[in-house]
């Protein structure tokens, strides 16, 4: 399976630093990639792969609650997103955790569910999915990115990396 690692910072840090920095996500060189992918593949297409972020983001929330900007690459996020985007993996989880009398057993292994623990896990953090990569060239979820952003300030994105898992 593939998916895209995403790099954005916030655009006044990217206004503030542009010329001085690359920004290209490197260095996946031999036995250096991240820790959630077997191999990386840097020939991506940056606008398709913007476009397949704003899509994931868009079929999650309302889409009038993140403006995007496809020409210069940027996403601001309206009051609201968080809870939109979460909503339904949070009534999910409560479902799975409390609407369903076997959730203990099953936690605990009483019942055999192999998949119960990842279900959940899956639900709270989404790990096989788009990755964010920031100006450190640190990694989070895109589901832990979500929860970072600030309402009301510019994202851009400036590369996409494929990574297969």
């Known amino acids: 399976m593939h998916s895209r690692i995403i790099g954005i910072v ?14 290209k996500l490197s260095g996946f ?15 991506t297409d940056l606008d398709k792969d913007f ?11 309302s889409p009038s609650l993140i403006d995007i900007d496809d020409k210069n690459l940027t ?6 997103f968080k809870d939109a985007y979460f909503r339904k993996s949070w009534n999910d989880l409560l479902k799975n955790l409390i609407g369903n009398p076997d959730s203990y057993d099953r936690f605990c292994g ?34 832990d990115f979500i929860r970072s952003v600030d309402y009301d300030k510019e994202y851009k994105v400036f590369d996409s990396v494929d990574y297969h898992y």
């Open 75 to 80: 996403i601001t996020f309206k009051e609201g």
């Open 110 to 143: 009483n019942i055999k569910d192999c998949d119960v623990a990842y279900r959940l896990e899956q639900l709270v953090n989404e790990k096989y999915g788009f990755y964010i990569s920031d100006e450190y060239c640190s990694y989070d979820t895109l589901d």
């Open 29 to 43: 060189y031999g036995d250096d990639v991240p820790y959630f992918a077997d191999y990386v593949n840097e020939d």
């Open 51 to 61: 476009l397949w972020l704003v899509d994931t983001l868009s079929h999650r929330t």
């Open 10 to 23: 916030k655009k006044a840090y990217y206004d503030t630093y542009k010329d001085e920095m690359d920004w």
